[in-house]
């Protein structure tokens, strides 16, 4: 009699074994190559410094207001993630100054679907104004200023001249 | 000092709007309009330093120059920031348009404080004091911005307290670098221009 129950007790905890066996295999760990189209951004600040090291979030089109990815960018100020549908998606870097860059990338399926050969489009955006670009509008913000400047007394005159 | 849009929260942005429309406010009623160039002068000066910027290893950093600015404007120099910041958002992409009224502020008040704090002993004073008085108020005054930039970003972010240590600490081969410049510069107005230090009040 005590043989039958021993036998049965261990007949039971094989059956839960191999019952439960699925969930027990799943704490093993693989890996392999993905085929998926990636997008790669490089944000670097207007001195030509990358944006080493600092954190950004991923936004999907889905859901906007869910951070869909979290990280820091590498190195090299890349942030590069694989999306997973059409759309608008939205990638935000921001320091610990309080400095924020905010870059829009429109995926088409046609991305999706063509591996890592075709490309996402990206509108570039500029640190800063660079070169001419940037003489020109230092010159009218200076010239601004001294302009308003001159604005007061013309207008005391003015008055004066009119009492 | 530049804090983009989306950065803050709403009460913070709303705190700085509020202080920086009374110091602006406070500052165009002080401002003598005779002197009125000065100010557009100041205010160009700190337009531009934003573009130099200083070589301080790993990174680097730019000049705000705002101890002089102070010195020179004192309450005026709330008026006249707070234009500057605009014009560079606008012109520069630095900073952005919601947090111009914070970003004032976080300029404003150390330049001011500087003026009140230094300008009557800085033209009293004379040689290695007028120096060391010099120094210390363009050191304080980039300590101070830092200090008020890292606890900004605290009031927002509970989570960033840690980075707020990290941000003073960072700027502090900076507040140097300014310090020296402050030095040389009340040196040279002291000797050239003296009714500069005297500000711009009515």
Redesign the interface.
Known sequence: MTKNRIVLGVFCGLALVFWAAPSALAHGTGYSRSNKAAVVLDFYY??G?TMSYTEFEVASPADPKVKWLKGRTDEDGRVAFVPNAPGDWTV?V?D???????AEVNVTQEFLDGGNSAAPDVTPK????QGLD?WL??G???S???N???F??LA?RRAAKGV | M???????SAQVLAAGWALAGVGTAVGLRKTD??K??R??FA??VF??AS?V?VRIPP??A?LSLLAPVGLILGWSAFPALL??LL??AL????GGIS?LGINAVNVAIPALLASLLFSGPIRRASGPWSAALAFAAGFGAVLLCAAQ?AF??YMSDKG?MN?SY??FA?HLPLAVVEGVVTLFMVSFLKRTAPDLLQGVDR
């Open positions: 207007s001195t410094e935000a921001f610990d100054e309080g400095h924020r860059a905010v500029a640190a800063a104004p940037l509008r230092c009218l913000g200076v601004l200023l001294f308003v400047a001159a007061v007394p005391r | 530049h804090i983009s849009d989306g950065v803050l309009p005779d009125i160039v100010v557009a205010s160009s337009f531009l573009l910027n990174s680097s730019h234009v500057a014009l560079q012109l520069l992409q630095f947090t930039v900004i970003l960033m980075v990290f941000v960072a």
